[in-house]
C-alpha cells in the first residue's frame, strides 16, 4: 500500500502537534503545583513525536520550525491554566480517547509497514488517559503508565 497524501499530511499534523503539545504542557509547569507529573506528561510528547521521526525521514517531510510550533502549543495554555488540577484531570480523562480515535485513523490510513511506530505514538495516549485515570482516582501510582511509556524504547523502523 502506498502512502496517500492524507496520511501524509496527517503524519507530518500528528508530528507537530506532539511537539506543540510538549510546550504547551511545560508552559503548564507555571499553573500548577503537580509540576514533576506535567513534566513527565511533557516528555511523553517528545517520547512519542521522536517515535515517528523516522517516518517524517522516509517521506521526506519537513516539520515547521520548533519555535512556531511552540508558539501554537502556548496557545492552548490559557483555557486550563486556570483550571484546577482535578478539572484538568478530567478534562484529559474526557478529552485524549477522541484522539486515540484520531491515532486509530491514522494508522489505519498508514502502509502497513509504518504501523509498528505509529502504534508507538498511539500508546503514549493510553498513558496518559491512564495517567489521568487514575490522578482522579488519586492513584499514588498514577505516574506509572506515563514512567512505563518513557522506558519503553522508540521500535525499530521496518
Ligand atoms: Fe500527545
Redesign the pocket.
Known amino acids: 500500500m502506498s502512502a496517500s497524501k492524507k496520511y501524509l499530511d496527517t503524519l507530518l499534523q500528528y508530528y507537530e502537534e506532539?511537539i506543540s503539545?510538549e510546550a504547551y504542557l511545560y508552559d503548564l509547569i507555571n499553573h500548577f503545583a503537580e509540576k514533576e507529573k506535567l513534566t513527565l506528561l511533557a516528555k511523553v510528547?517528545r517520547h512519542?513525536a521522536i517515535a515517528v521521526a523516522p517516518l517524517l525521514t522516509k517521506y521526506k517531510l519537513v516539520p515547521r520550525a520548533e519555535d512556531k510550533l511552540t508558539e501554537e502549543g502556548l496557545e492552548h495554555v490559557a483555557p486550563h491554566a486556570a483550571m484546577e488540577w482535578r478539572v484538568f484531570g478530567q478534562y484529559m480523562a474526557d478529552r485524549y480517547p477522541r484522539y486515540l480515535d484520531d491515532f486509530a485513523e491514522l494508522e489505519n490510513m498508514a502502509p502497513h509497514e509504518d504501523r509498528t511506530l505509529l502504534q508507538f505514538l498511539t500508546s503514549?495516549?493510553v498513558a496518559?488517559i491512564e495517567f489521568a485515570r487514575r490522578e482522579l482516582e488519586n492513584d499514588p501510582e498514577s505516574c506509572a503508565p506515563l514512567s512505563q511509556y518513557l522506558a519503553t524504547p522508540h521500535p525499530l523502523q521496518t
Open positions: 506532539e503539545g510528547e512519542a503514549h495516549e496518559a
